[in-house]
């Protein structure tokens, strides 16, 4: 592994609570459109069945780095969390399973499991075979539970053991939470109390563990809550949704820290955490602005379901991560319960009349 690859490979650790930092290479190599797609009036499903089609080789997705496009295993599970929320494109899904478990797949996004080993990058992978049903034990030849649990310091946080340092922060915390909660042996109290006790004293949860000054992210607090909630900790929770609940737009959407406009991956986090955490009002905001960020059917066919980054229009280099996400908040499952079961095999189309173009 060269010192390139390594902090390339950080940007997909919490891409499920970041905007794209690097623009989709699905365009050249997408998947063409099912015959058998069907039409929709559902947006979570019309969602998940434009990002079936961007798959690269109809199995993955790709990111670009100085000219150069390297397979992107964090959007991918983005993108298999996003077919099991939407109910859809089951096939597309199973073929990203199985990308996924390949040796040098799994191996290039995970470490090699001695040297090299990330903590929210086996969370993440840990949640999305959970979530498609598969043996979490043996998938790709690696034990995703026990590899998480060994990364788990005595103080309870998840933390990599790489010779380029610690990257792992509350996003990974919160996904190996949810995680190993869904395990036979659930999640470890010391790593629940880890997360509870990083809370800022307004109630929001920081991205950043140990800063001198605790400063509340609406990504980290909309993962943290969810992974609370599912443990138990209530209190905590509704401290983290009420914090979000003070802190959404006049849109209904929600920004990311440090910006002003709202974007569809941090409102699709955010409306998953207070639909699945029962703040209804909140929640159908944050959905309302979600589907207003939707292509409908006035525009091209070639992008109708996806949803754009933000109100400036949509942008194919943002377009995958921010429809992956936006699916989340369209459809309001938690990551706790999440399940591929049932989820039709094609990949919708949304249903617009015939005399559209």
Same mark, same amino acid.
């Given at each position: 592994m060269s010192s390139f690859r390594r902090p390339l490979r950080l940007f997909?650790?919490?891409?499920?609570?970041?905007?794209?930092?690097?623009?989709?290479?699905?365009? /050249?190599?997408?998947?063409?459109?099912? /015959?058998?797609?069907?039409?929709?009036?559902?947006? *979570?499903?019309?969602?998940?069945?434009?990002?079936?089609?961007q798959l690269v080789d109809g199995d993955h997705f790709e990111s670009v780095f100085n000219g150069t496009a390297y397979p992107d295993q964090g959007l991918t599970i983005d993108a298999v969390l996003a077919f099991a929320a939407s109910h859809s494109s089951d096939q597309a899904a199973a073929k990203a399973?199985?990308?996924?478990? !390949?040796?040098?797949?799994?191996?290039?996004?995970?470490?090699?499991?001695?040297?090299?080993?990330?903590?929210?990058?086996?969370? !993440?992978?840990?949640?999305?075979?959970?979530?498609?049903?598969?043996?979490?034990?043996?998938?790709?030849?690696? *034990?995703?539970?026990?590899?998480?649990?060994?990364?788990?310091?005595?103080?309870?946080?998840?933390?990599?053991r790489s010779q380029w340092g610690d990257y792992s922060n509350a996003f990974g915390q919160s996904l190996a939470v949810i995680a190993l909660h869904r395990t036979a042996g659930g999640a470890p109290a010391t790593a629940v109390d880890f997360l509870a006790?990083?809370?800022?004293?307004?109630?929001?949860?920081?991205? /950043?563990?140990?800063?001198?000054?605790?400063?509340?992210?609406? *990504?980290?607090?909309?993962?943290?809550?969810?992974a609370l909630a599912a443990t138990g900790r209530t209190a905590k929770a509704d401290a983290g949704l009420g914090w979000l609940t003070a802190h959404q737009n006049a849109d209904g959407g929600f920004s990311a820290a440090g910006a002003a406009a709202s974007n569809a991956n941090t409102t699709g986090l955010a409306t998953q955490a207070l639909l699945a955490g029962g703040r209804f009002g909140a929640g159908l905001k944050g959905w309302s602005s979600l589907v207003k960020l939707q292509q409908g059917c006035a525009t091209d066919p070639g992008v109708r379901g996806a949803v754009a980054y933000d109100a400036t229009g949509f942008n194919p280099a943002t377009g995958a991560r921010a429809?992956?996400?936006?699916?989340?908040?369209?459809?309001?499952?938690?990551?706790?319960?999440l399940s591929a079961a049932g989820g039709r095999p094609d990949a919708p189309v949304p249903a617009c009349p015939a005399t559209t173009r």
């Open positions: 997909a650790i919490p891409a499920l609570a970041l905007a794209t930092v690097l623009p989709a290479a699905a365009a /050249a190599h997408a998947a063409p459109a099912a /015959a058998t797609s069907s039409p929709t009036v559902r947006p *979570d499903a019309a969602a998940g069945g434009w990002l079936a089609r399973t199985a990308w996924l478990a !390949k040796p040098e797949v799994i191996s290039g996004y995970l470490g090699d499991g001695i040297t090299e080993a990330y903590a929210g990058a086996t969370a !993440k992978l840990l949640l999305a075979v959970e979530v498609r049903g598969g043996n979490p034990t043996a998938f790709g030849g690696v *034990d995703l539970p026990a590899r998480l649990r060994s990364l788990q310091t005595a103080e309870g946080r998840f933390s990599d006790n990083s809370q800022c004293a307004d109630g929001g949860y920081p991205v /950043a563990f140990g800063q001198a000054t605790c400063a509340s992210d609406p *990504d980290a607090t909309a993962l943290a809550a969810q429809t992956a996400q936006a699916v989340l908040g369209l459809a309001g499952t938690p990551l706790a319960t």
